[in-house]
């Protein structure tokens, strides 16, 4: 997983950056495991929209120590847009949407 083809942070976009925090929070209130198999982060990057679930969780860990360094101000609006597109996600592949 450590791949100098891997995007940093900086690299990602408002969208990857949200769906890495909302991941993390995920693991944090179900456990890692159950969060990559039930609710994996959907990547678009290019370099990370191949990932299986378990490779994207993966790869969201990796930045659990720069989210928790990180100011409310900055990781709340990634995390809401992320939450809120999830949910979007949820509703269309339930048909609701």
């Known amino acids: 997983m450590t791949t100098p083809d891997l995007?940093?942070?900086d690299e990602l976009?408002?969208?990857?950056?949200?769906?890495?925090?909302?991941?993390l929070a995920r693991c944090e209130a179900r456990g890692a495991d159950s969060?990559?198999?039930h609710q994996p982060p959907v990547l678009a990057h290019p370099a990370?929209?191949?990932?299986?679930?378990g490779e994207a969780?993966?790869?969201?860990?990796?930045?659990?120590?720069?989210?928790?360094?990180m100011p409310n101000a900055e990781w709340e609006p990634l995390y809401d847009a992320a939450r809120?597109?999830?949910r979007d996600r949820?509703?269309?592949?339930?048909?609701?949407g």
Do not use: Y
Request: glycine share 4%.
């Open 57 to 69: 969780s993966k790869f969201a860990r990796l930045h659990q120590q720069l989210a928790d360094m």
């Open 35 to 37: 969060a990559a198999m």
């Open 90 to 96: 949820r509703r269309k592949e339930q048909g609701n």
């Open 7 to 9: 995007p940093s942070w």
């Open 84 to 86: 809120e597109a999830d």
């Open 48 to 53: 990370l929209s191949w990932m299986s679930p």
């Open 13 to 23: 976009s408002p969208r990857d950056k949200g769906e890495v925090l909302l991941h």
